[in-house]
């Protein structure tokens, strides 16, 4: 088996040196197309007379080496950047819709152009999604100098725009945008009840920027829109309370990794009586367990701090990936509501589901798909799994010298604070600008504490005080500067020796560069490389190093043969099998989240695959492409919006309890594929009946008025926003159900309803 393995690595290898070797070859090539004898005349004629080519039906492929030359020579004449030969080598590989892996600082932004431009000659339209709406602005004004100059229009689309400023947006040849908002974008289109309320146009070529954040860690989020909701008080919400008269063991267990938590037999006999409801696992009680669940998860998995801030009255979500508030971001409808019962809070409730998609779904629609971030390699076998990419690793213009110590191990967090304390003192002393990565705004806090009773002044940079990130990272390159930061300072931040300043840069380069030091490690490698990845930019000398205790909840939850060492050590542990233990508990972490979202996929696929059959149909109606009167097509587009959005409601309904089929030997997925299957088959004649009825009661009249009397409109207002799919999980999680929770269900869902044992 090894020699297989190796040998598969080994034909991987030459394959990825001869395919470096073919981009080198274009590279000289595009080289020796030398335009800087041409006046500004002659390189706008030439952009024209290959945007002709390519209307005219000429391959891309045939076009690149004078298009790519085109850009090299506009991008110096217009920005003063001359492209690095990598840059060109990773512009080469977007267009062959590969996944670059190109190191921090390499100029990700400028390689994008060659592609875009390119792609966007056929007239179709480029998307370039970025990871927030502030880069999208600042690429597209950017980069804007270098298309213009090429006689191609670009723009970018901002969250809170107006419609016809999206819709002139999105007609740009080269569109910058995060994917949430083309995604929320789409939904707002998918309930369109006119054609001129839609902004996009078909999709055609994308390329992602930090594409392994998008396409994994986010890609199963499922976006939403919605009617608008009612506040709504939480005095009637008994859940929580009866969750805090709960104890472990007794009442409740988790599972073995803490990642869920379930009621045993005396669990739910105490929380029956508490609700006056009779017996919880009866179908008619099934909202109430739901609802007892997502108290328990609120109250003991949820912790404030960590996953969630309490701000101006309102639970905002942390996404554990970046470190930053998530934006727009809900838990799924219960545990939303849970969480603000537990912080007693008023939250909004309700509001009617009208679409969904998520990430993973709506970047498939586009025909052509490549993507660039710093760390792919990891995650190359679930970017092919999953979206047929395949990486392609780019040399770095520079060689990366900064210095990656190993992981520094204790037995016990106190020993571990008080050592990475000891650290940051003793590199502070010589001036060296230090980057401190934090598991979460709690530890950041307590971190930043304890640096102020030793002498150090910091900067926090957490979801708290987000506002003042520019200024903070700013200033985190500079002599002496002390950053303590969650996950918000490991992706996309560059952070220049000496804050800018040349002199100062460098000091601090002779100083040994930025020292990046982990408090924790993720659960992703990539994450830890990402904040690796924020020292050594563009060959500058850096350092990083992680300290780890037994004791963090990664080893806590995984490391389940390595917690119960010996006594306390106050010093770091040197053993190298821990080292490769610890690291083989990374991957294996990995290895569980990349089935986890399979499994989800079993779910949503269905769904998705109902979605676009009947919205092609309903496509064909709002483009008239179906011959109809304007009132039949009002009527079956509002039948169509109707029973889809009940169709979601039964969906989720069905979902939210599905796992229990397991426990009567059904396959949970197969289930759940058999209900949506039968209830979308009848779909079509419940819009035909109801909207024959309909259009007796108009009797032809094409009136609008007509049409708002009886309530042929979309709500009045509607939001958007965006689940955390992964807390559903432990709703439908039976493989790690303690065997407390399987007996408290066969007793009281099985057994006492058909036998009668009423003292059960």
Not at 423 to 428: K, N
Not at 691 to 714: I, R, T, V, Y
Not at 742 to 759: D, M, Q
């Amino acid at each position: 088996m090894n020699i297989a393995v190796k040998l598969i690595q080994h034909f991987k290898a030459r394959d990825a040196q001869l395919r470096l070797k073919g981009y080198r070859d274009k590279v000289e090539r595009i080289r020796q197309r030398n335009l800087e004898a041409w006046d500004d005349g002659q390189l706008q004629a030439e952009s024209l007379r290959l945007r002709k080519e390519s209307r005219s039906g000429a391959p891309l492929d045939e076009l690149l080496i004078d298009a790519y030359a085109l850009v090299c020579e506009a991008a110096k004449r217009t920005l003063g950047l001359q492209p690095y030969d990598v840059q060109i080598m990773a512009a080469i590989a977007l267009h062959e819709r590969f996944l670059i892996e190109q190191h921090t600082g390499e100029g990700k932004t400028l390689s994008a152009v060659m592609p875009a431009y390119l792609h966007a000659l056929t007239g179709e339209g480029v998307h370039v999604l970025t990871f927030n709406d502030y880069l999208a602005n600042r690429d597209a004004e950017w980069m804007g100098p270098i298309y213009r100059f090429l006689g191609l229009t670009v723009n970018a689309v901002q969250a809170g725009m107006s419609l016809s400023r999206k819709r002139e947006a999105y007609a740009a040849d080269i569109t910058y945008v995060t994917a949430k908002e083309a995604g929320f974008d789409y939904l707002r289109d998918s309930i369109a009840l006119d054609e001129a309320d839609t902004v996009h146009r078909p999709f055609h070529y994308v390329i992602v920027d930090e594409a392994d954040s998008l396409l994994l860690d986010e890609a199963r989020v499922p976006l939403v829109i919605a009617g608008e909701p009612e506040f709504s008080g939480n005095d009637d919400n008994p859940f929580a309370a009866v969750a805090r008269q709960l104890r472990q063991d007794e009442h409740y267990d988790f599972d073995e990794f803490k990642r869920n938590v379930y009621l045993s037999e005396a669990g739910s006999a105490i929380a029956e009586s508490l609700l006056g409801c009779g017996n919880l696992y009866e179908d008619r009680n099934s909202h109430l367990l739901m609802s007892l669940n997502c108290a328990l998860h609120a109250e003991l998995l949820l912790k404030r701090d960590v996953d969630y801030i309490v701000r101006d009255g309102k639970i905002e979500l942390i996404d554990e990936y970046t470190g930053r508030v998530a934006d727009n971001r809900h838990l799924p409808e219960g545990l939303q509501a849970a969480l603000y019962a537990k912080e007693g809070l008023q939250s909004k409730a309700g509001g009617n589901i009208l679409g969904t998609i998520t990430l993973q779904h709506f970047l498939s629609l586009y025909p052509k798909i490549c993507g660039m971030t710093a760390t792919a390699q990891v995650s190359t076998m679930e970017f092919e799994d999953i979206y047929a990419l395949q990486v392609v690793q780019i040399p770095p213009n520079r060689p990366n010298v900064r210095i990656d110590h190993p992981h520094r191990i204790y037995t016990h967090k106190e020993a571990k604070f008080k050592a990475l304390v000891q650290e940051i003192l003793s590199v502070h002393r010589a001036g060296r600008p230090i980057l401190i990565g934090t598991s979460s705004v709690e530890e950041s806090d307590m971190l930043a504490e304890a640096l102020a009773v030793a002498g150090v002044p910091c900067h926090v940079l957490n979801a708290k005080n987000d506002a003042e990130e520019a200024k903070i990272i700013a200033k985190a390159g500079e002599i002496g500067a002390v950053t303590v930061s969650t996950n918000m300072a490991g992706r996309g931040v560059d952070i220049r020796l000496g804050g800018g300043n040349p002199a100062q840069g460098e000091i601090v380069a002779n100083l040994g560069g930025l020292y990046v030091i982990g408090t924790h490690m993720h659960q992703s490698v990539r994450i830890d490389n990402q904040l690796r990845g924020r020292s050594g930019r563009q060959g500058d000398p850096g350092a990083s190093v992680f300290f780890v205790s037994l004791e963090d909840d990664l080893m806590l939850q995984f490391g389940t043969d390595i917690k119960k060492r010996g006594l306390r050590q106050n010093e770091a542990l040197e053993e190298s099998a821990l080292r490769d233990k610890i690291d083989h508990i990374q991957r294996a972490i990995m290895g569980q989240n990349f089935h986890i979202r399979q499994e989800l996929n079993s779910y949503s696929d269905m769904v998705e695959d109902q979605r676009r059959m009947l919205y092609e149909e309903r496509l064909g109606i709002l483009k008239g492409e179906t011959p109809m009167s304007p009132s039949e097509q009002r009527v079956r587009l509002y039948f169509i919006d109707k029973f889809w959005a009940e169709h979601l409601a039964y969906a989720s309904y069905i979902r939210e309890g599905i796992h229990l089929t397991s426990l009567v030997k059904r396959n949970p997925i197969d289930e759940f594929h058999d209900q949506i299957i039968q209830a979308y088959e009848q779909i079509p004649a419940a819009i035909e009946r109801e909207s024959a009825d309909m259009l007796a009661k108009l009797g032809g009249s094409n009136e609008p008025a007509m049409w708002e009397k009886l309530g042929l409109k979309n709500p009045t207002s509607t939001r958007t926003y965006i689940i955390n799919d992964q807390y559903q999980q432990y709703l439908r999680n039976p493989g790690s159900w303690t065997s407390g929770t399987i007996i408290a269900y066969w007793l009281r869902a099985i057994l006492r309803p058909t036998f009668g044992w009423s003292k059960f």
